[in-house]
């Protein structure tokens, strides 16, 4: 089966911090992709990567930056953490047959 | 995402049938998912239809796809308790989009004893 580890389940973090989550896909999949998840809000796309150091934007990636330096690989970095970006935090991969998500990153900014 | 809509929340009792609906504004989505979330994990793929279907049945699960009013359903057939959770509709566009899914909000399914 096609994991997605991602390296945290909770984190809590102080405004002004620089944060970073990670992800790890153990399938070779030439995509991956950040979402953050809101209540009533459903998955909002921050950021995606189709390739090593590709990266192009998605939804809302104000706020945030990716990393892809190997193509298993995929950070989000919160350069300068602050309380909205309190969030459930999604990375998946994909293939034709759909996405496989990790199991998520709780992030508390306080 | 706004361009695909689903009702937030539906209760059912255990024993009966569900139906969770999502309707959609792009009509060049070749696949259409469905995937349930559990408390506290990330998004299982459930199943999904291409979109040249009309109905997809897996086990408990039917998929049905009106294309003309771009229309998707999930019916869950005998629901258990173990099917509390949130669903989401996916819709994944040509090949071009770079593998990006639009997503629904999600419909929180309660199933009562």
């Known amino acids: 089966d096609v994991k997605v580890t991602q390296s945290s389940r909770y984190l809590v973090k102080r405004t002004g911090e620089k944060v970073f989550l990670e992800c790890v896909q153990d399938m070779d999949h030439e995509n991956m992709f950040w979402y953050r998840q809101d209540p009533g809000l459903g998955l909002r796309l921050i950021y995606f990567s189709y390739d090593v150091k590709m990266k192009e934007k998605g939804d809302i990636p104000e706020g945030y930056s990716v990393s892809r330096e190997k193509k298993e690989r995929f950070s989000l970095i919160l350069e300068s953490a602050s309380t909205n970006q309190t969030s459930m935090y999604l990375c998946?991969?994909?293939?034709?047959?759909?996405?496989?998500f990790g199991s998520g990153t709780r992030l508390t900014v306080v | 995402g706004e361009d695909v809509e689903q009702s937030l929340f539906l209760s059912v009792r255990e024993g009966d049938s569900s139906v969770i609906n999502c309707t959609y504004t792009d009509s060049s989505s070749t696949y259409l998912y469905w995937y349930k979330q559990e408390p506290g994990a990330g998004l299982q793929l459930l199943t999904y239809?291409?979109?040249?279907?009309d109905m997809k049945q897996d086990q408990r699960l039917t998929v049905l796809l009106n294309k003309k009013d771009k229309h998707l359903s999930l019916r869950i057939a005998d629901t258990q308790t173990g099917d509390s959770a949130i669903y989401f509709c996916?819709?994944?566009?040509?090949?071009?989009?770079?593998?990006?899914?639009?997503f629904g909000a999600g419909t929180q399914v309660v199933v009562t004893p």
């Open positions: 996916a819709l994944g566009g040509p090949t071009d989009s770079w593998g990006k899914l639009q």
């Open positions: 998946a991969s994909s293939s034709p047959w759909g996405y496989t």
């Open positions: 239809i291409f979109s040249n279907m």
